[in-house]
């Protein structure tokens, strides 16, 4: 986590740089006219770098000990936590995924079919999460 954090602190050092610069070079070039668009892109582009190294700086300040992850001598092993129930021979994703995908391309062209993605979007999203109470794998 502290390379990621170094990482996001060179990379906001960088964007606010080459805001500062492209800003300058701008007004130069152009009769000091300021080019906002570019200007303020880089500038948000270094505070979301700034807000997401912040984030992770406060989790690192707070987490109870050093992570495997950032042990140069850990296993593989040291860092294997429960993370969760995962279904790997799971269909419903992947049906759900094109349930949405159906969706979002009725809205750019054959609207007729919104209604009919929304219920396939519906019928996927219900599956997917009553998956384990029928069937083979039911509780």
Do not use: C, K
């Amino acid at each position: 986590m502290r390379a990621n954090i170094l990482l996001l602190a060179i990379i906001a050092t960088f964007f606010f740089a080459a805001s500062a610069v492209y800003t300058l070079w701008h007004m130069v070039s152009y009769d000091g006219e300021v080019e906002w668009t570019g200007t303020i892109g880089m500038a948000l582009t270094g505070i979301l770098s700034v807000l997401i190294g912040f984030y992770l700086w406060l989790l690192y300040r707070n987490q109870p000990g050093e992570l495997p992850e950032d042990r140069l001598d850990a296993e593989i092993d040291d860092g294997d936590p429960e993370m969760g129930h995962f279904s790997p021979w799971s269909w419903w994703p992947i049906a759900l995924g094109a349930a949405l995908a159906l969706m979002f391309v009725s809205l750019a062209g054959p609207t007729f079919l919104i209604p009919i993605a929304a219920a396939l979007t519906l019928i996927m999203l219900v599956g997917w999460v009553y998956e384990y109470y029928r069937g083979n794998f039911s509780r």
